[in-house]
């Protein structure tokens, strides 16, 4: 063949697939993944191996870390010193694995992420745990293959006398695929193998009663049985890992937070630093000193507390702003049968339970042909003892060893194998005692055969060999579980208390939607000046508040706005504030604010009140006005408007215990009184019922409140001018949904239109401004108290615009 001829010609899309496909093969399953049988990926096996080999065991003196590496990456593992060297040190790492698998001495690194020492100056041993991976290694219970350079021989798979792949667990990212297995307690794991050889078809809910969750070396409490449950059942699921914490008191009346156990793979130099950062920003008050008190006995930070400072909302604004609580998502892919899958926990213990059935199976064999050889020798030993002289005479008379063998098996019918024993044979074996010895080790070898082929012929027998050999290292390496697990996952909920600093503030909300907060300072050195108002806007609401205080502000199109007063623009009082369609999306151009209501905490014992122009009116729960998502961006309902043109005129909060009545005045002087226990408690998003029963072309002027059974004093303003006082017990007490009776004589010309009415007290005002843009300021008591058919007196000769209730301070 030409060497033109030898040329293929193939598409980049055909090359490139082959090639990537090809890689994609070999790190899946020769470097990203673990086996499902001994939880070993392809290097980490290599090192216990190679470490095994050289003898560089428990029981041996260490060794430099770098003779081992040289001997591993020359032998069967082709690849770059670092890469085994890193394997190898994070395998002696007491906060990574639950059950370190070699022993280290010299800097093996932290976990606040520093690095090793170089392999240089490192030594290290296998741990005696590692022995029990590897036992029986030599008996031909697994598969040996050919290493890279066909020089050595190398296992596929090591025996593993206990599920390494639970105990400690793997981490791990190839091509399309990672996994992410956490670690659990070799006791628990071997309880579980038990129950489940006993037991092939337990239901997963029993085997958890033996497994009930991972166990991680940095301990912490894991939260969310539900979830853990899932995982073990579909080998994928996310759970919550917090740090063990305690709130410690000190001197002073002053509190610290002390952590001594983090997540599972959280850097602790990070960690530290994380939380003093939110110190020296002050994302939250309260917080002093941060240290990391760590030491050889044990992990302990502080967060020293300042004086008076939550400690508990502190605590769980840093679980849920730090990694002093994760989330643990498990992904728990292992190569079984040779290709990659997600397994659940069951799978797991099924296939180390088929794999070790193998290895138990192989040894037996391996030990069965070993004994009957053995047998077969001591058989030959004994029958040549007892014809000593003639097997001495038949020796005597060969030319050399191979005759004495043929002689041997030619004149006695000795084996090979025999023969080649007794001819070996020393001189003081010659004596009367040897024989005996042999006569019990014949015995022994018959007992020894027995039993390893009733362990081959007896399934029964095998699995209580597989028991016994399981609780043997659950005795000997059993360890208390380090890792709680609790059955709910715990919901953080942060106090407003914890983030924002308390400050008594100024709030101001004007009528066309204008809000701000301004500092006492700022409020005390202009409060005299005039603010930057529309002519047409004025307060709706001015008062001192707290910034850890919340606000509901209800607009006359039906909305509610939340908004916590910390998040109000800070402005100067002189200026106006910002309007709320900067943040309001649905805010609408004819929208105005009707009332604001200030509070601390949502109370059940409270209601809202909502009463509109078109006569709807309604009670709604103020905790129907909870926290919304989207606040921020969009009110939420508070009353459904049945047209376009009607508007809310009263918004009312009020106890659910006080007995009050609602009191209608429309703008043809028709006035309605009833309980307003007739009105029912509906959802945010209701219309309500229908208050009153309106004449065509008349609507609600006022919708007022009244305390059942107070003498409450009503006043009255009309577009004329007009203002009239009168008992509110004057109006007798109908039902919802009447149309009322008259308050004011109908004139045939001119007649008098009800633009307000108030209840009031002898201290208030009562401002009106004309058309012809004049103002009057009314004092209350000068208003004589007259009957429902009187008209009241004039105060102006133009047509009224408006009329505002002042209070005197």
């Given at each position: ?52 080999n050289d003898g560089n065991t428990f029981d041996k003196a260490f060794r430099k870390s770098a003779k081992s590496v040289g001997n591993i990456m020359g032998n069967y593992h082709p690849h770059g010193d670092s890469s085994i060297y890193e394997a190898m040190v994070r395998m002696s790492q007491d906060w990574k694995l639950r059950e370190p698998l070699i022993e280290m001495h010299g800097n093996n690194g932290s976990m606040d992420g520093d690095p090793p020492a170089a392999m240089r100056y490192t030594e290290a041993r296998l741990s005696e745990l590692s022995d029990e991976l590897l036992k029986d290694i030599e008996k031909e219970t697994i598969e040996m293959v050919w290493n890279f350079d066909d020089t050595e021989k190398e296992p596929t798979v090591l ?9 400690n667990g793997s981490t791990g990212i190839s091509a399309g695929y990672a996994t992410e297995i956490p670690t659990h307690n070799l006791a628990e794991i071997i309880d579980g193998t038990v129950y489940l050889i006993d037991h092939p078809n337990a239901s997963l809910d029993k085997l958890m009663e033996f497994v009930p969750g991972p166990d991680f070396p940095t301990g912490g409490i894991l939260q969310g049985k539900k979830e853990l449950r899932k995982a073990y059942e579909t080998g994928k699921g996310k759970v919550n890992l917090r740090s063990k914490t305690e709130i410690e008191p000190l001197k002073a009346g002053r509190e610290q937070i002390v952590v001594t156990e983090i997540p599972y793979e959280v850097n602790k130099a990070n960690l530290v630093k ?536």
């Amino acid at each position: 063949m030409t060497e033109h001829q030898r040329i293929q010609e193939l598409t980049l899309e055909e090359v490139m697939g082959d090639r990537f496909g090809r890689y994609s093969k070999y790190i899946i399953q020769e470097r990203a993944l673990p086996d499902i049988r001994d939880g070993l990926k392809p290097v980490q096996r290599r090192i216990l191996f190679s470490m095994n080999n050289d003898g560089n065991t428990f029981d041996k003196a260490f060794r430099k870390s770098a003779k081992s590496v040289g001997n591993i990456m020359g032998n069967y593992h082709p690849h770059g010193d670092s890469s085994i060297y890193e394997a190898m040190v994070r395998m002696s790492q007491d906060w990574k694995l639950r059950e370190p698998l070699i022993e280290m001495h010299g800097n093996n690194g932290s976990m606040d992420g520093d690095p090793p020492a170089a392999m240089r100056y490192t030594e290290a041993r296998l741990s005696e745990l590692s022995d029990e991976l590897l036992k029986d290694i030599e008996k031909e219970t697994i598969e040996m293959v050919w290493n890279f350079d066909d020089t050595e021989k190398e296992p596929t798979v090591l025996p593993a006398k206990y599920p390494n792949l639970l105990v400690n667990g793997s981490t791990g990212i190839s091509a399309g695929y990672a996994t992410e297995i956490p670690t659990h307690n070799l006791a628990e794991i071997i309880d579980g193998t038990v129950y489940l050889i006993d037991h092939p078809n337990a239901s997963l809910d029993k085997l958890m009663e033996f497994v009930p969750g991972p166990d991680f070396p940095t301990g912490g409490i894991l939260q969310g049985k539900k979830e853990l449950r899932k995982a073990y059942e579909t080998g994928k699921g996310k759970v919550n890992l917090r740090s063990k914490t305690e709130i410690e008191p000190l001197k002073a009346g002053r509190e610290q937070i002390v952590v001594t156990e983090i997540p599972y793979e959280v850097n602790k130099a990070n960690l530290v630093k994380k939380i003093d950062e939110i110190r020296l920003n002050k994302k939250i008050e309260g917080i002093s000193e941060v240290r990391d008190e760590s030491d050889r006995t044990g992990l302990r930070i502080v967060i020293e507390l300042r004086k008076e400072a939550d400690a508990s909302g502190i605590l769980n604004y840093l679980l849920k702003n730090t990694d002093l609580q994760i989330n643990y998502n498990f992904n728990m892919v292992a190569i079984h049968a040779s290709r990659p899958e997600q397994v659940g926990l069951k799978i797991i213990l099924s296939a180390y339970i088929e794999h070790r059935q193998q290895v138990i199976r192989k040894r037996s064999q391996f030990e069965l042909n070993k004994a009957k050889t053995r047998l077969h020798i001591v058989d030959g030993l004994i029958k040549a003892l007892s014809i000593l002289d003639q097997v001495i005479s038949v020796i005597r008379g060969s030319k050399d060893k191979k005759d004495a063998k043929h002689n041997l098996m030619t004149s006695f019918d000795f084996t090979e194998v025999q023969a080649e024993a007794i001819v070996s044979l020393q001189l003081y074996r010659l004596t009367n005692t040897d024989i005996t010895a042999l006569k019990i080790e014949a015995e022994d070898l018959n007992k020894q055969i027995a039993y390893l082929k009733n362990i081959l012929n007896d399934e029964k027998e095998l699995f209580k060999l597989m028991k016994q050999e399981l609780r043997e290292v659950k005795k000997k390496y059993t360890k208390q579980r380090l890792t709680k697990l609790e059955e709910e996952i715990e919901e953080i909920t942060i106090e407003a208390s914890v983030l924002i600093p308390q400050e008594d503030v100024m709030v101001c909300v004007t009528k066309e939607g204008y809000v701000k907060r301004s500092s006492l300072r700022s409020f005390n050195a202009s409060k005299d000046d005039e603010m930057d108002m529309k002519e047409t806007d004025f307060i709706v609401f001015s008062n001192q508040l707290n910034t850890h205080d919340q606000l509901l502000i209800v607009t006359t199109k039906g909305n509610m706005i939340y908004r916590p007063v910390h998040e109000l623009p800070d402005k100067r009082w002189k200026e106006v504030g910002e309007h709320l369609s900067q943040s309001i999306n649905n805010f609408t151009a004819n929208e105005q604010i009707l009332s604001v209501f200030p509070y601390t905490e949502l109370e059940n014992q409270k209601r809202f009140v909502f009463i509109t122009r078109d006569g709807m009116i309604k009670q709604s729960e103020m905790t129907d006005f909870d926290i919304w998502r989207t606040y921020k961006s969009r009110s939420t309902m508070a009353m459904k408007l049945k047209s376009d043109d009607d508007i809310v005129i009263t918004a009312e909060l009020i106890d659910k215990q006080e007995k009050m009545d609602v009191l209608l005045i429309t703008n043809r002087a028709y006035g309605l009184l009833y309980d307003l226990d007739e009105v029912p408690c509906v959802g945010a998003k209701a219309a309500g019922v229908k208050a009153i029963n309106l004449k065509d072309g008349d609507f609600v002027a006022a919708g007022l409140l009244v305390v059942r059974g107070a003498e409450s004093i009503l006043t009255i303003a009309t577009n004329r001018g007009g203002l009239k006082r009168m008992k509110v017990n004057d109006i007798s007490k109908l039902s919802r949904a009447k149309r009322g009776l008259m308050i004011m004589r109908e004139l045939k010309s001119n007649p008098h239109r009800v633009l307000n009415a108030f209840i009031t007290s002898e201290h208030s005002k009562i401002k009106l401004s004309d058309e012809e843009n004049k103002e009057y300021l009314i004092e209350i008591k000068k208003i004589p108290i007259t009957d429902r058919q009187s008209n009241g007196s004039l105060y102006t000769e133009a047509n009224v615009t408006t009329v505002t209730l002042q209070n005197r301070e």
